[in-house]
C-alpha cells in the first residue's frame, strides 16, 4: 500500500478531521465514516492507516456497490474448490489477505443485508468461513468502513 495523500489545511472542519485521525488510528476500533460521494472518505481510510501500528501491513479495498452479493461474498471471504460450480481452485478472501492489516469496506450501506449479518459474525468473534468449508479461520483485521 502506497501512502495516500495528506490531509492539508487550515480550516476548523480539516484540523478537527487530522485530530480525530491521530486520536484514533492507534485505538484499533473498528470504524465507519460516513459523507457525500467525493469528500475524501477513501483518504481519510488511508491517513488512519498510515498513522496506526498496521501501517506496512496489507491495506485491502473492497467497494460493496461494485460487486453483485454473490460475487462480495466470495470477494470477502474466498472459497474453497467445488464450492460452487466454476470454483476449480481455491481463493483467498479479502479478510485473509488483509489479515494483520487494514480491510477498508466502501460503500458499505449498499451491502445486502444478509452479508451485513455474516461480517457482524466477523467482527464479533474475529473469525470466518470461506464458502464451501465448514471450518472456520482467525482474521485480526482493523475494519475501516465508509458509507
Not at 88 to 116: H, S, T
Not at 119 to 141: I, M, Y
Amino acid at each position: 500500500m502506497q501512502n495516500g495523500p495528506p490531509i492539508i489545511g487550515v480550516s476548523p472542519a480539516i484540523v478537527r478531521i487530522s485530530d480525530l485521525i491521530n486520536h484514533v488510528a492507534d485505538t484499533g476500533l473498528n470504524i465507519v465514516i460516513s459523507g457525500e460521494t467525493g469528500v475524501g472518505k477513501e483518504v481519510i481510510a488511508q491517513n488512519l492507516y498510515q498513522k496506526s501500528p498496521r501501517r506496512g501491513k496489507p491495506f485491502v479495498k473492497v467497494n460493496c456497490a461494485a460487486l453483485p452479493e454473490g460475487l462480495l461474498e466470495s470477494e470477502l471471504y474466498g472459497y474453497e474448490r467445488g464450492a460452487f460450480t466454476g470454483a476449480e481452485q481455491k481463493k483467498r478472501g479479502k479478510f485473509e489477505l488483509a489479515n494483520g492489516g487494514v480491510l477498508f469496506l466502501d460503500e458499505i450501506g449498499d451491502m445486502p443485508l444478509l452479508l451485513q449479518s455474516k461480517l457482524l459474525h466477523v467482527l464479533q468473534s474475529g473469525e470466518f468461513a470461506p464458502l464451501g468449508s465448514e471450518k472456520e479461520f482467525k482474521t485480526d483485521t482493523w475494519l475501516i468502513a465508509a458509507t
